[in-house]
């Protein structure tokens, strides 16, 4: 057995906490740049920052007199973003060429608890827990400001074409929309939308920073605070933990680390989590989820020991068997009250379009986009949706059903199929009687390019 003296201390090094910029203290890396090419050197012209967002900028100067700098490019830059006003009190750019650009931030790390900032001097190291980390990269909005002097100048040349055509003002019709009132899921919706957070997030004010250089008396003098103002002073240090203690802080118990995991988007799982839930709701996610499977790869992903008959019947609770396969009910992807994403059709009008789609493949393993919308008359992008759930497009052909019908399932379990088959015959009486339709228009179509089913 391995005594001490195999593995002697060599240097005791006291470690002090520094809290004195634990607020306010960040690391900025930039990931765009070699470390050999420090921007210690480069004028910043500003900088300003969002506290709560930890969104920072940065306005650096680019040197024009560089042999890199191509200045007749800088020119056309400046040129396309401020336009050629002569006023520049809303310029970009005020010397007419490109001689700045702006550095903005994203977070690298969201939860920074386990990164500090340490500094080492006369046998003691100095540990400054960190506030954020932040990646700058070059930002290209002055691009956006470029496209919309460009769409401006357009719109104002077609404006004054028409004014000279038109002598006096036509009447147009108008068309009058009531919105519905928002319901709580649509207003999540609105709530976790992109365009809602952008708004949210250029709510927060600017605040306006003075920027010092390395070498400046301010920097240094901020320098000292990432020494603890406390060394020395043993009897109140913040190290007093019991070795238990310390060694729960750092291998802290399993359920505490699940607290710190990011929530993930509304519509992922995990196949751990997945598994945790009742058989009946593993079922119903998978199937939201892959739309479409074929029996035995549903097995698969539930895992080893399930139940097979227990899944049969959880699956016909949510989906029905087309081609051999089980494709998701309509009503689980398009739950009462809700409505389409693309065209804002209701979801009750949406299941019973995609219904007929359903039962078109329990006909034939291929079909045609245009009859379909024929019959159902949904927008474009609806339709598109529903074919996308369960087939794929071939050219000149149509779509052909996603899957290959599984035999197998229809020999083992003919119980079933002859059930599916009755719920089917009872959801086409339906159809016939919702779309107008006669018993030649349901047949099958046999078709010379591929065999009917």
């Given at each position: ?115 500090a900032a340490a500094i080492y ?217 809700t409505c389409s994403p693309h ?111």
């Amino acid at each position: 057995m391995a005594t001490e003296d195999d593995d002697p201390i060599i240097q005791e090094i006291d470690v002090h906490l520094a809290t004195s910029l634990a607020e306010k203290l960040y690391l900025f890396q930039y990931p765009v740049r070699p470390a050999t090419m420090k921007y210690d050197d480069v004028t910043h012209l500003s900088a300003r920052i969002k506290p709560k967002q930890q969104k920072v900028e940065v306005e650096m100067a680019i040197d024009t007199m560089s042999p890199n700098y191509c200045r007749s490019k800088g020119e056309q830059i400046a040129l396309n973003v401020d336009g050629t006003s002569t006023d520049d009190s809303g310029s970009t750019y005020t010397t007419k060429h490109m001689d700045k650009q702006v550095f903005s931030s994203i977070q690298s790390a969201v939860n920074t608890s386990r990164f500090a900032a340490a500094i080492y001097r006369k046998g003691e190291l100095h540990v400054t827990p960190l506030h954020g980390m932040l990646q700058m990269r070059p930002s290209f909005s002055y691009l956006d400001k470029a496209d919309a002097k460009h769409r401006e100048r357009e719109a104002a040349n077609e404006a004054g074409d028409s004014s000279q055509d038109e002598a006096e003002d036509d009447v147009k019709q108008i068309t009058v929309r009531f919105s519905r009132p928002e319901s709580e899921q649509a207003r999540q919706r609105r709530i976790q939308s992109y365009e809602f957070l952008q708004k949210k997030q250029a709510e927060e004010p600017w605040h306006y920073l003075h920027y010092c250089g390395v070498k400046d008396s301010r920097s240094e003098h901020e320098r000292q605070y990432l020494f603890s103002q406390l060394a020395g002073m043993v009897e109140t240090s913040e190290l007093t933990k019991s070795p238990s203690e310390y060694l729960s802080m750092l291998m802290p118990p399993i359920e505490e680390e699940e607290l710190k995991v990011p929530l993930a988007p509304s519509n992922v799982l995990s196949m751990t989590q997945l598994r945790t839930l009742p058989l009946a709701d593993q079922v119903r996610t998978l199937m939201k989820n892959v739309k479409v499977v074929q029996f035995a790869n549903l097995m698969g992903l539930l895992g080893s020991g399930v139940d097979p008959t227990a899944v049969l019947r959880c699956i016909q609770q949510v989906a029905m068997l087309v081609q051999g396969c089980w494709l998701v009910k309509s009503d689980v992807l398009y739950p009462k009250d809700t409505c389409s994403p693309h065209s804002g059709v209701a979801a009750e009008v949406l299941c019973r379009g995609r219904d007929f789609v359903m039962w078109k493949f329990t006909q034939d393993l291929w079909v045609i986009r245009k009859e379909v919308a024929a019959v159902i008359k949904l927008p474009p992008e609806d339709v598109k949706d529903f074919l996308e759930q369960m087939a794929v497009p071939r050219v000149n052909k149509g779509w052909e059903f996603l899957l290959p019908h599984d035999s197998k399932f229809v020999k083992k379990h003919p119980d079933v199929v002859q059930r599916q088959h009755m719920l089917w015959m009872g959801i086409q009486a339906k159809l016939e009687k919702v779309y107008g339709l006669s018993k030649e228009d349901m047949m099958p179509k046999k078709r010379d390019s591929q065999p009917a089913v």
